[in-house]
T-cell receptor, first 110, second 115 residues
Framework: GQQLNQSPQSMFIQEGEDVSMNCTSSSIFNTWLWYKQEPGEGPVLLIA?????ELTSNGRLTAQFGITRKDSFLNISASIPSDVGIYFCAGLGTGNQFYFGTGTSLTVIP | DAGVIQSPRHEVTEMGQEVTLRCKPI?????LFWYRQTMMRGLELLIYFNNNVPIDDSGMPEDRFSAKMPNASFSTLKIQPSEPRDSAVYFC?????????????FGPGTRLTVL
């Protein structure tokens, strides 16, 4: 079953604000991925992380691989209306099992 | 370039009927993944293929579900007989270099409703 918990479950923010969300697991993961899903579409990969402590950016997005290997964080700076969507973390466990998180729904108010 | 193509985009059927979902991966990709997305359980990996061979089907919920990949450009996910709890969005994804989890490209999904 699913092992990745994301928080918060949903966020409503003003345009221009920064956003932080996280993903936690009860077990160790070797790879963390962050996806964005828009209505009626499949998830699209935003950032991939491969080792503990790694910090990677993609434009206004920054993600970190937690040093315990049981969590990951995604930050979005200066949010804009097109950031709206559901953000999923995903992880590859030590047994090569792949799981998606529960998702964080982001609404940006212009 | 065409992305992953899924058909149909929407399917409404009655309980007990057979349902077949179709996927055409991106040309040249050699791994294919089937996922199910529901509000209760989120995104779940059902099965994945590498070079048309099923590698891990441990996510397939029960024997009513079956998946095939007869060639590199086509895969099906079949549910027989369908039940209301199978209602979900089913995604297909493909990857260009084996089972590289960070290189999956998702299709638009098939929304299945079983009445």
């Amino acid at each position: 079953g699913q092992q990745l918990n994301q928080s918060p479950q949903s966020m409503f923010i003003q345009e221009g604000e920064d956003v932080s969300m996280n993903c936690t697991s009860s077990s160790i993961f070797n790879t963390w991925l962050w996806y964005k899903q828009e209505p009626g579409e499949g998830p699209v990969l935003l950032i991939a992380l491969y080792k503990a402590g790694e910090l990677t950016s993609n434009g206004r997005l920054t993600a970190q691989f937690g040093i315990t290997r049981k969590d990951s964080f995604l930050n979005i700076s200066a949010s804009i209306p097109s950031d709206v969507g559901i953000y999923f973390c995903a992880g590859l466990g030590t047994g090569n099992q792949f799981y998606f998180g529960t998702g964080t729904s982001l609404t940006v108010i212009p | 370039d065409a992305g992953v193509i899924q058909s149909p985009r929407h399917e409404v059927t009655e309980m007990g009927q057979e349902v077949t979902l179709r996927c055409k991966p991106i040309s040249g990709h050699n791994s294919l993944f089937w996922y199910r997305q529901t509000m209760m359980r989120g995104l779940e990996l059902l099965i994945y293929f590498n070079n048309n061979v099923p590698i891990d089907d441990s996510g397939m919920p029960e024997d009513r579900f079956s998946a095939k990949m007869p060639n590199a450009s086509f895969s099906t996910l079949k549910i027989q007989p369908s039940e209301p709890r199978d209602s979900a969005v089913y995604f297909c994804a493909s990857s260009p270099h084996g089972t590289r989890w960070n290189e999956q490209f998702f299709g638009p999904g098939t929304r299945l409703t079983v009445l």
